[in-house]
């Protein structure tokens, strides 16, 4: 299965962008990359996922490398609701997520 | 819509007791999972359901058991609980099967084994 590698925790300032990155260098040509946070004491939500290009949604923007080796998540604007654990996630079709340890950004005011 | 709902929310289970935690989802979603969250760890898939009828195994399935009751229901039992089922049980549903498509995450079950 291919690994992703994100670092434990980033910080960030409230209102500020946050770029939250993602390596996943053995990734393969089905596999999209997921995107899903958890908030303390929640069960995960969505965030994004895409494939080649750069995505963008309400929540947040997905911007992929064009060797698809690594992604970065980005929160325009940081939020103190934003604070949560944020997974990144390669899924092949027809096969299951596997969840790493993610990173846990904190938000300061 | 109330979403993916779980119940108990809280349990405590002696060694050898069994147990069933129960899920329903509201969204009209074919498929549907059972994960377990360890302290610290992501999420493991114990065991899914890609439409009613169907059940397969996922990453770490020993020790329990699935059951598709209908569209909107699976349940998860523990027939004979151990300390290192400790964990917090999370159900999910999604629209597409594997293949792809948001899960939608229910609330979970904590659950402790003494």
């Known amino acids: 299965d291919a690994k992703t590698t994100q670092p434990n925790s980033m910080e960030s300032n409230e209102e500020e962008p946050v770029h939250l990155p993602c390596n996943h260098s053995?990734?393969?040509?089905?596999?999209?990359i997921h995107w899903y946070r958890q908030l303390p004491s929640q069960g995960p939500e969505y965030v994004i996922h895409?494939?080649?290009s750069n995505v963008n949604n309400r929540m947040a923007s997905l911007a992929i490398a064009e060797d698809r080796k690594s992604s970065t998540l980005i929160l325009h604007r940081a939020t103190l609701r934003d604070a949560a654990v944020y997974y990144c996630?390669?899924?092949?079709?027809?096969?299951?997520?596997?969840f790493g340890a993610g990173t846990r950004l904190t938000v300061k005011p | 819509n109330a979403g993916v709902t779980q119940t108990p929310k809280f349990q405590v289970l002696k060694t050898g007791q069994s147990m069933t935690l129960q899920c329903a989802q509201d969204?009209?979603?074919?498929?549907m999972y059972w994960y377990r969250q360890d302290p610290g760890m992501g999420l493991r898939l114990i065991y899914y359901?890609?439409?009613?009828?169907?059940?397969d195994k996922g990453e770490v399935p020993n020790g329990y058991n699935v059951s598709r009751l209908n569209k909107r229901e699976f349940s998860l039992r523990l027939e004979s609980a151990a300390p290192s089922q400790t964990s917090v049980y999370f159900c999910?549903?999604?629209?597409?099967?594997?293949?792809?498509?948001?899960?939608?995450f229910g609330p979970g079950t904590r659950l402790t084994v003494l």
């Open positions: 996630i390669l899924r092949a079709l027809y096969n299951d997520m596997r």
């Open positions: 999910a549903s999604s629209e597409e099967g594997l293949a792809g498509g948001e899960q939608f």
């Open positions: 359901s890609a439409s009613e009828g169907t059940t």
């Open positions: 969204m009209n979603h074919n498929s």
């Open positions: 895409g494939l080649t």
């Open positions: 053995t990734i393969s040509g089905t596999d999209y």
